[in-house]
């Protein structure tokens, strides 16, 4: 059995930085793939951002890109995200998910996901 728990979110002014942090609890190892995840209201689950286990390679979406940094302590089971100049278009909840093996940008790739935080950007 495998948990994940997000924490960090809340209520932030565009422009401004948060950092959601995401602890595994259970049996996860370094050649276990993070990612991040958020869904904004009627909206679908659409990829931020995913680390190699051994936190080598990134990758981001589009629009995060230059703002975002994904980064793991592994030692910690933990998984980071690191956003900086937020907008309003940012606001979602959202999600870390892992797996073994290659990070993926497909949501239906990932074996565990955690509960959610909520990040709401005001303008």
């Known amino acids: 059995q495998l948990q994940l728990v997000e924490s960090g979110g809340g209520l932030v002014q565009a422009g401004g930085s948060l950092r959601l942090s995401c602890a595994a609890y259970?049996?996860?190892?370094?050649?276990?793939?993070m990612a991040w995840f958020r869904q904004a209201p009627g909206k679908e689950r659409d990829f931020v951002a995913a680390?190699?286990?051994?936190?080598?390679?990134?990758s981001y979406a589009d629009s995060v890109k230059g703002r975002f940094t994904i980064s793991r302590d592994n030692a910690k089971n933990t998984a980071y995200l690191q956003m900086n100049n937020l907008k309003p278009e940012d606001t979602a909840v959202y999600y870390c998910?892992?797996?073994?093996?290659?990070?993926?940008?497909?949501?239906?790739?990932?074996?565990?996901w955690g509960q959610g935080t909520q990040v709401t950007v005001s303008s």
């Open positions: 998910a892992t797996s073994p093996g290659w990070p993926q940008k497909r949501s239906d790739a990932y074996d565990y």
């Open positions: 259970g049996r996860i190892t370094s050649s276990y793939a």
């Open positions: 680390i190699t286990g051994s936190a080598i390679t990134t």
